[in-house]
């Protein structure tokens, strides 16, 4: 049995040790000097390739997960989570892809009033923090996703978010394609 370098070793126990994504900067001042960062990990990866759990970005560091393909499987054994209700994910939507945001126009995307017990939920689940407040009348809360936000939901980035066009279930025909004439009925 070949014994894996050091560096390889102890980073994987420091991911698999923590609870969240671990930065990229941590793992770099652990690491000898001679060690690079991206040829460590990219060993990690390929050491779990095909296994039960693989590394993965998420956030602004690396964290082990499950295989997807595992998923169905574990449904049985792990307590799943309780859903969000509809409207604190409608809410949740709109904060990441408008953040920072007030209540008010959170409100005025979604067309209905947002309730405290909504804003609550998200903030009780880590999604969402106050991001300060806008230099408006009032100055009204700014609401914008957390770093868990990221982590839940498998993002390394708000950039990997899905772009509106990933979200249309089939694209609409433009307007200026006449539609198909039914078939005739047979007698």
């Not at 040790?17 to 990690?44: F, K, Q």
């Not at 449904?75 to 969000?84: N, Q």
């Amino acid at each position: 049995m070949t014994t894996r370098p050091h560096a390889e070793r102890l980073l994987e126990a420091v991911i698999f040790a923590s609870r969240d994504p671990v930065p990229l900067r941590t793992l770099a001042t652990l690491l000898p000097d001679t060690a690079d960062l991206d040829e460590t990990l990219a060993a990690i990866r390929a050491h779990h390739a095909g296994g039960g759990f693989e590394l993965v970005e998420a956030g602004q560091g690396v964290m082990f997960r499950t295989a997807p393909d595992l998923a169905p499987d574990l449904k049985r054994v792990v307590e799943i989570p309780r859903r969000l209700p509809r409207a604190a994910m409608e809410t949740l939507a709109i904060i990441a892809y408008h953040q920072p945001v007030t209540r008010a126009e959170i409100e005025d995307l979604r067309g209905v009033s947002l309730s405290q017990t909504t804003l609550d939920a998200l903030l009780e689940a880590d999604l969402v923090t106050p991001a300060g407040h806008k230099e408006a009348p009032g100055r009204p809360a700014l609401w914008a996703t957390t770093p868990h936000f990221l982590t839940q939901f498998g993002l390394k980035s708000l950039r990997d978010l899905p772009k509106r066009t990933d979200l249309l279930v089939e694209p609409a025909a433009p307007a200026s394609e006449p539609a198909p004439a039914p078939e005739p009925s047979a007698l």
